[in-house]
Antibody, heavy 121, light 111 residues
Framework: QVQLVQSGAEVKKPGASVKVSCKASGYTFTSYYVHWVRQAPGQGLEWMGLINPNGGSTNFAQKFKGRITMTRDSSTSTVYMELSSLTSEDTAVYYC??????????????WGQGTLVTVSS | QSVLTQPPSTSGTPGQRVTISCSGTSSNIGTNTVNWYQQLPGTAPKLLIHSNNERPSGVPDRFSGSKSGTSASLAISGLQSEDEADYYCAAWDDSLNGRLVFGTGTKVTVL
């Protein structure tokens, strides 16, 4: 069965960086993009960007360009999302998600369990 | 920043029918399909409706979706206590080199 397992909670100081991992299993890693979505406490869902594990190309939301990096390790079927220059506004639960796309319909049919990142001095 | 607009909350008694609206633009809902996600407290979102009106396997048929122009809606008929959750619409947006946009979210309360 398809699983996305994320790394554990992190506490970071303002100005630091955080790197969250998402290990995929149950499907061919290079056949599906991986997206990242975050949710601040009590707030809605916010799309951050995507990575194509087949080649490593990325596309980021305008808001995060310049301080977000997404990479992948095909040997371990793991995707990484790194966010730098953290502020308290980056405190959120970060989710990885695997989409289904057939040229007509796009949706997330699998999600990771979420990783809480707390930014505090 | 959410691009799709939803009402912040709605409520109903068990057995009632509630609807949630989702308003977008020509670059997102007007062009692409709409999905709905249900999020229970402390859990990851779960796909509830895809391709405007399709239910994934296992989703009860009291959940239904529709789309017209640049708006979409989710209906829950025969409301049950376990339906108390947050609901989000989502669609791909063709502007700004492509991005996914979510709705602002609607809290459904079962009275």
């Amino acid at each position: 069965q398809v699983q996305l397992v994320q790394s554990g909670a992190e506490v970071k100081k303002p100005g630091a960086s955080v790197k969250v991992s998402c290990k995929a299993s149950g499907y061919t890693f290079t056949s599906y993009y991986v997206h990242w979505v975050r949710q601040a406490p009590g707030q809605g869902l916010e799309w951050m960007g995507l990575i194509n594990p087949n080649g490593g190309s990325t596309n980021f939301a305008q808001k995060f360009k310049g301080r977000i990096t997404m990479t992948r390790d095909s040997s371990t079927s793991t995707v990484y999302m790194e966010l730098s220059s953290l502020t308290s506004e980056d405190t959120a639960v970060y989710y990885c998600a695997r989409p289904f796309w057939n040229g007509y319909s796009f949706r997330f049919d699998y999600w990771g369990q979420g990783t809480l990142v707390t930014v505090s001095s | 920043q959410s691009v799709l607009t939803q009402p912040p909350s709605t409520s109903g008694t068990p057995g009632q029918r509630v609807t949630i609206s989702c308003s977008g633009t020509s670059s997102n809902i007007g062009t692409n399909t709409v999905n709905w996600y249900q999020q229970l407290p402390g859990t990851a979102p779960k796909l509830l409706i895809h391709s405007n009106n399709e239910r994934p396997s296992g989703v009860p048929d009291r959940f239904s979706g529709s789309k017209s122009g640049t708006s979409a809606s989710l209906a829950i008929s025969g409301l049950q206590s376990e339906d108390e959750a947050d609901y989000y619409c989502a669609a791909w947006d063709d502007s700004l080199n492509g991005r996914l946009v979510f709705g602002t979210g609607t809290k459904v309360t079962v009275l």
